[in-house]
């Protein structure tokens, strides 16, 4: 048996990276990188070159998680099919015919990113003719750091995961934040990765930052110690499903205000992850200080000018102020209905 590879235009044999591979009796794989949305409808393909009987297959979808232990998503045998977890109710087979075991994922969330395996064995006997693939699901996105109101290196890695979580999003892997270096992110803090790994991107190296002749790239501490250690945290976050906007106020507000502000208008407080995601992927641009849902002020720029963020673009960190002081405007945001 050897896995399909079904793409959305057309049928055809794939290898890791891409290459023609052959057919097989025994165990085959093929692998596909799939790119998505937040809110997206997905199908990560699987599939077999011929069936002898569509009751004698059984199918068994997996999540692989960075400690490469598998969270199953759905089994099938025939007519019997059972779908696990966050999964329930959001996932379902292709079944376009009797040898399609294609996965389809709606509604796709943050935490949907990662690897799928697709496990297809063909007869009651697990050691007969089995076939499996694996499928990478990635989010159009953007990495950014973050610390608390307490400064910096204050997170165990629960706490970073809850941090990410409240800004609307999710802790970055190591791919996404080597593709961040790749893209030019510097940055001197070092955080939590998913994996449990603590980590920093330097593209400009210098002596507070592993040191003035080392080259470039992801300085890495390794492992640490889950509740213990302490850092901050590198979240990640993808495109909006709504509206994130500047709320234009007769006057500036305290931080209880800004939430008034929002609510009347129909939205929230924005996020973190929100004004981080409207000026990577939207080009989203305004010099006017916000609050922001955790109590920080920030603004975006995406066209650097005098005053406002005049050598890069960036997300400009103003502080965590006095709650009470009215000195700032507030950043909204409104959910898709």
């Avoid at 399909?4 to 093929?30: F, I, P, Y």
């Avoid at 692989?64 to 969270?71: A, F, L, N």
């Avoid at 799928?116 to 003719?129: A, Q, R, V, W």
């Avoid at 990478?136 to 990495?143: R, Y």
């Amino acid at each position: 048996m050897v896995c399909k590879v079904m793409g959305l235009h057309g049928l055809g044999w794939a290898g890791a990276d891409g290459e023609e591979v052959g057919t097989g009796e025994k165990n085959s794989e093929s692998r596909i990188k799939v790119y998505a949305n937040r809110g997206d409808n997905i199908t990560l393909p699987c599939g077999l070159e011929r069936l002898s009987s569509m009751f004698g297959n059984r199918i068994k979808w997996t999540k692989i998680e960075d400690d490469s232990t598998e969270t199953d998503v759905l089994m099938s045998m025939g007519f019997h099919k059972k779908t696990y977890g966050n999964y329930q109710d959001r996932v379902y087979l292709l079944e376009t015919d009797d040898s399609d075991a294609t996965l389809v994922i709606t509604d796709l969330d943050l935490k949907d990113y990662g690897t799928y395996k697709c496990e297809i064995i063909n007869g009651m006997n697990d050691k007969l003719n089995f076939s499996s693939g694996e499928n990478s699901l990635s989010f159009t996105g953007v990495v950014f750091p973050y610390s608390p109101r307490l400064g910096r290196y204050n997170f165990n890695f629960q706490d970073a995961e809850t941090a990410c979580l409240e800004q609307d999003s999710v802790v970055a892997s190591f791919e996404q934040l080597y593709s961040e270096w790749r893209n030019g992110m510097d940055w001197c803090n070092a955080g939590w990765l998913n994996d449990g790994t603590v980590q920093y991107p330097i593209t400009k190296p210098r002596e507070p930052c592993g040191g003035a002749r080392t080259t470039a790239g992801l300085r890495n501490y390794g492992r640490r110690d889950k509740s213990n250690s302490r850092y901050d945290v590198f979240c990640f976050t993808a495109s909006l499903t709504g509206r994130f906007y500047y709320l234009i106020q007769p006057k500036k507000l305290n931080f209880d205000e800004a939430v008034d502000a929002c609510k009347r208008d129909g939205a929230e407080i924005a996020k973190v992850g929100h004004i981080y995601a409207a000026w990577k992927l939207q080009g989203y641009d305004r010099c006017d200080a916000g609050w922001l849902a955790d109590g920080s002020v920030r603004y975006p720029i995406s066209r650097p000018r005098k005053n406002c963020s005049p050598n890069e673009p960036a997300v400009r960190f103003v502080g965590f102020p006095d709650k009470k002081q009215k000195l700032y405007g507030v950043y909204c945001y409104k959910p898709q209905p």
